[in-house]
Structure formats: structure tokens, C-alpha cells
């Protein structure tokens, strides 16, 4: 594991899930981590088991698609712990509603998920870079997904947003590399997350048997963790990734490299 001690971290969608595993892998390596959610339980709940563990963390209720409200995560951060060293771009919305075409997809749909997704990265990044520079460089992931390189039916805005991570990724590397600021993204393929198991439930059946069946069409034959997605991240925001900007990494057990991944597993990737 690497050595994050004395390190500022903010997670965005870092109360469940991804982001919630990974919150906590960082606190495990020593960072001061802050976790920026809409979900205020499950956001207090995180800070209360990073605390109990005899880590540091402070969670702020945070819709990070607002500009005004980013500014605040990110100035608790500095007020707390001094500055910033990594910001994890990891919120991400998918409704259950939201899987329309074009045309049947509602305009406020199409702005909610663009603006959670897409919006947020820009907006989370506007506000940290200033306090990366201030520290001599640091390190922005984003979390995109298998969907901005290939699509599945019917999710025209969460596939758009994705695709648009990624290129905002490679756009950040090139303006900020001779700061010493490192962007990068990840891509993860079908995660046990609550959104995918709300996929998995709107199918009826047992929800443990739709994940297996969703592994299977996988090449290792599961599905992913929050673990894994974690032991990416901190890899790539460490000085082990010194070399890396500017582009993206696949963690999706091999479904890409099956090809027409969307018609193989039966499942929303994340």
C-alpha cells in the first residue's frame, strides 16, 4: 500500500460504494480524506468508521454539480487540513429511469446526469487546482467509465457525460503537466455498487444470483469491488504513477477485450 501519510484527499460520491472504499483505503494509508456527498447518513456514517479506526476524515454534505457548493467542499479542506494533494472525481449517476433515447429523454434528465457526471469534474478541478499548485502539484483522478469508450443501449447522457470525462482528462494533463498536476482516469467495468444492484433488482429474482450471472460474462468470471477500484486509484495517485497523466485505465475484468461488451454481460456498467 502506499504511503499517503500526511496527504489531503477529497472523494466526491465518497460516502457509498467506489468512492466510500476508497475514502476509507486512503484513510487506512494515513491521508486526511474528505468525503463530499449528498447522502448525509451514509456520509457521517464513513467519517464515523474512518474516526472509530483511528483515522482523520470530515465529511461535508455536498451536491458537487453546483459551483457554489464545490467551492465549499473544497475550502473545508483547506480550512481543516491545510490544502489539498488529491481530488478523486468519483460521483456518478445512472437513474433507473433514465434509459430513453434521444428523443424520449427528457431535457432535465439529460442536465441532471451531464451535470453530476461531467459538470462536477470540471467544477471540483476549477476550484482544487489553485490549492495543488499552492503544494507544488498533486494528482486529480476521474472516475469515467467502459461506457466512454464503447455504449449500451439507451443511456445517451450518462454515455455522453463518460465520453466527456475522458476527454476532459486528457485536456486537464496537457494545461497543467508543467505544474507538476498529474490527471488521469479510470474506467471501471460492471463494480458492485448500490447502482448496479438497483439494476439488478428492477430485473425480479434473487439480486446475488443477477450479480453472479452478470460475472460470468466476464472473462475472470466476476464482477468488481470497490477494492479494486481503490487499489487503482491510490496507485495511480501515487509517486509509484509518477509518469502517468493524460490517460486512462480499464479495470473491468477483461470485458473489453471481449469485444461488443454491452450485448455480453446483461448489465449496466459503471
Known sequence: MADFNGKVVIVTGGALGMG????????KAGALVVVAD??????????????????????VEADVSDSSQCRIVVERAVSEYGGVDVLFNNVGIQPPT????????????WDRIVGVNLKSHFL????VIPELRKRGGGVIVNNA???????????????????GVLSLTRQMALDYA?????????????????MVRTVAALEGGDIEETLERYGSGHPIGRIGTGQDIANLVMFLASDAASFMTGTHVVVDGGFMALGAWAGGAGATQD
Open 145 to 163: 467509465s467502459v461506457q466512454g469508450l464503447q455504449s449500451q443501449p439507451l443511456v445517451p447522457a450518462y454515455a455522453a457525460s463518460k465520453g
Open 20 to 27: 466510500g472504499v476508497t475514502a476509507e483505503e486512503f484513510a
Open 38 to 59: 449528498v447522502n448525509r447518513d451514509a456520509g457521517e456514517a464513513i467519517e464515523g468508521r474512518i474516526r472509530a479506526a483511528g483515522n482523520t476524515s470530515v465529511f
Open 178 to 194: 508543467s505544474e507538476g498536476i498529474r490527471v488521469l482516469a479510470i474506467c471501471p467495468g460492471t463494480i458492485d455498487t448500490d
Open 124 to 127: 471540483m478541478s476549477k476550484f
Open 98 to 109: 433514465s434509459y430513453q433515447n434521444v428523443e424520449d429523454t427528457p431535457e432535465e434528465t
